[in-house]
């Protein structure tokens, strides 16, 4: 069933415009140094308002995570952040709120901050930015940087993308093509490197996250519904 069910999914987005996102829900693991916990990522596109979200809970733990943007011409304009984090281990709840259309930036939660932010510049929160490179990757662009908010104190880093090779992955018994990229963080011992499914929307098959600390691990476990 669950091949019947991808094998269709794949068909019809083949019917739908190559740099155009669509809707989804979709079972994630994500996997730490810490905790391994599944839930459901879920983008909705309802007109103008588009929403990205995480939700994740098991014995230990819940994570919520949640952008609220925009998009015209292919490019993101962030309104909206939010998380929040309870394992036993952390507790963590922050807000974002960008106003008058990404000159001001608050955060109100465990890092508190007010930021004046140029109007020139196209500021995008950790979720909305996965939006933009998967945006961009469909519009071919090999090389590119995207402007993202620090949630502890609200700086602005410039972080650099890459497509760095294709190869052929696997999802649900079926073999497809992915697209790989990876992201540097200049004077960080940091990378990250995302695996596209271009069969599938270029949704992320895989994330995957090293750092000096930890190494985190974003997977799809399954695909509910595109488009």
């Known amino acids: 069933m669950m091949k019947y069910k991808l094998f269709l999914i794949i068909f019809l987005v083949f019917n739908i415009k190559a740099n155009e996102i669509l809707p989804y829900e979709a079972k994630y693991k994500f996997s730490s140094d810490r905790i391994t916990i599944v839930g459901i990522r879920k983008l909705e596109i309802n007109n103008e308002n588009k929403t990205l979200s995480f939700k994740a809970r098991n014995a230990v733990a819940s994570l919520y995570f949640n952008s609220t943007f925009s998009f015209k011409d292919d490019y993101i304009t962030s309104d ?23 000159d001001f ?6 890092d508190e901050w007010d930021k004046s932010i140029s109007s020139k510049l196209e500021i995008l ?9 998967r945006l961009n990757v469909m519009k071919n662009k090999k090389n590119f940087s995207l402007n993202l908010i620090e949630l502890k104190d609200g700086n602005i880093k410039e972080n650099f993308y890459s497509i760095v090779r294709e190869e052929k992955c ?24 995302y695996f ?10 895989k994330i995957i996250d090293i750092g000096p600390d930890r190494t985190d691990t974003l997977t799809l476990e399954e695909l509910l519904s595109l488009g």
């Open 125 to 133: 929160d950790p979720l909305n930015a996965q939006i933009q490179i």
């Open 105 to 110: 930036i608050s955060s109100e939660g465990r």
């Open 170 to 193: 696997n999802f649900d018994s079926k073999e497809l093509n992915c697209v790989v990229v990876k992201r540097i963080r200049k004077n960080e011992q940091r990378e990250t490197t």
């Open 196 to 205: 596209l499914v271009k069969e599938l929307n270029h949704m992320f098959l």
């Open 80 to 102: 909206f952040y939010e998380i929040k984090v309870r394992p036993k281990f952390v507790n963590r709840d922050q807000k974002l709120s960008f106003k008058n259309k990404k």
